[in-house]
Nanobody, 126 residues
Framework: QVQLVESGGGLVQPGGSLRLSCAASGFTSSKYAITWYRQAPGKERELVGRISSTGGSTNYADSVKGRFAISRDNAKNTVYLQMNNLKPEDTAVYSC???????????????????WGQGTQVTVSS
């Protein structure tokens, strides 16, 4: 079954840290870039950051730059979002998305184009 499963969300105080995981199964996730998104109640979905298939390239939204870091362990088919110095405005449902990274990879019709996870809730509150 092709899927992404996020975990690691929860309640944390302002200034605290959390590490989210995005575990892939059912497809060759090492050929895919992973993007983290978040959506707060009543707000549009926001791109948090992205990591290339090899992990050699990352980029982040200005709102999280310097506080969040994305990494990946392709041997474990898992991508991580380390969140430090959390603020109440970081409260949202965080989701990961796998999209084809055509740099140096060959894709077949059996490879999915896009895979989304179900999301995990992060609440930053005292």
């Amino acid at each position: 079954q092709v899927q992404l499963v996020e975990s690691g969300g929860g309640l944390v105080q302002p200034g605290g840290s959390l590490r989210l995981s995005c575990a892939a199964s059912g497809f060759t996730s090492s050929k895919y870039a992973i993007t983290w998104y978040r959506q707060a109640p009543g707000k549009e979905r926001e791109l948090v950051g992205r990591i290339s298939s090899t992990g050699g390239s990352t980029n982040y939204a200005d709102s999280v730059k310097g506080r969040f870091a994305i990494s990946r362990d392709n041997a474990k088919n898992t991508v991580y979002l380390q969140m430090n110095n959390l603020k109440p405005e970081d409260t949202a449902v965080y989701s990961c998305d796998a999209s084809r990274d055509y740099s140096g990879h060959v894709f077949y019709t059996s490879d999915p184009y896009d895979v989304w996870g179900q999301g995990t809730q992060v609440t930053v509150s005292s």
